[in-house]
């Protein structure tokens, strides 16, 4: 397979990258932090610590969006780092949701909370290797990442699944399970305030993707002018 040229007036590795380089370090620094000294717990104590675990995919979001592609083309990255990604997905992620499954206390449903964010982050880095824009990876991201945190999935598993429990038949009227939601509420969502909560939230992930950036940047001009 050819190898792509580099422009002749291309700018050096390091400085091409450097943005790259130092948040995708950060995040996975912030990554070994988090699933290494932070309890796997479905409980989330404090908005904080919930703002703390979301870190590593900010970081990781800049350092795929600021990734040079002309240099990644050029390093053959694109047939290094996508089936990577899939090795982490098929080969740790996989394994570990089997393994604890069934174990008392598991560990599952924060394996699959972890997972999400990664495969929010490969579909990114497709993307951006594929030729993507900057400000394309980085909707995609934030698109995604809301959508995960909107309730969405709760929903689903109410309505999708043919529940005979009385505990998920018919919907709660209040959703004690959702930390995600409780964390930033200060209290459960009733079932009302949860289908609320969702609709925001599916909303701004569709903003995020839809609202041209110019319109952005003149509401910003704007604000800043306004006294």
Same mark, same amino acid.
């Given at each position: !397979? ?7 007036? =291309? +700018?050096?590795?390091? /400085? ?8 995708? %370090? ?5 990554? #070994?932090? *988090? ?5 796997? @717990?479905?409980?989330? @104590? ?9 870190? $590593?995919?900010?970081? !990781?979001?800049? +350092?795929? #969006?600021?990734?040079?592609? +002309?240099? #990644? ?9 996508? $089936? ?7 080969? *740790?992620?996989?394994?570990? !949701? ?31 290797? &594929?030729?993507?824009?900057?400000? &394309? ?6 698109? !995604? ?7 969405? @999935? ?11 429990? $009385?505990?998920? %038949?018919?919907?709660? @009227? ?7 939601? =409780?964390? =930033? ?13 969702? #609709? ?12 041209? &950036? /110019?319109? *952005? ?11």
């Amino acid at each position: !397979m050819p190898v792509d040229a580099l422009p002749e007036h =291309r +700018a050096p590795f390091l /400085r091409a990258n450097a943005v790259t380089l130092v948040a995708g %370090t950060t995040g996975l620094a912030l990554a #070994a932090i *988090v699933w290494l000294r932070l309890p796997h @717990e479905h409980t989330i @104590e404090s908005l904080w610590i919930f703002l703390f675990k979301l870190l $590593p995919f900010v970081a !990781m979001s800049v +350092a795929i #969006a600021w990734l040079d592609p +002309a240099w #990644a083309r050029w390093l053959r990255l694109p047939m290094i780092l996508i $089936p990577c990604c899939f090795l982490i997905f098929y080969a *740790v992620f996989i394994p570990r !949701m089997f393994f604890v499954a069934g174990e008392p206390g598991s560990e599952y449903y924060y394996t699959v909370l972890t997972l999400v964010p990664f495969i929010i982050l490969s579909i990114a880095l497709a993307y951006r290797l &594929g030729g993507g824009s900057r400000s &394309g990876t980085l909707r995609l991201c934030g698109a !995604m990442i809301i959508l995960q945190l909107s309730g969405l @999935e709760d929903l689903a598993f109410l309505v999708i699944n043919p529940h005979t429990d $009385p505990a998920w %038949t018919p919907i709660p @009227e209040v959703w004690h399970w959702a930390e995600h939601i =409780r964390v =930033r509420l200060g209290h459960y969502p009733a079932k009302h305030e949860a289908y609320i909560f969702i #609709a925001v939230h599916v909303a701004l992930a569709i903003a995020v993707l839809a609202v041209p &950036g /110019r319109a *952005v940047l003149s509401l910003t001009r704007r604000l800043r002018r306004s006294p």
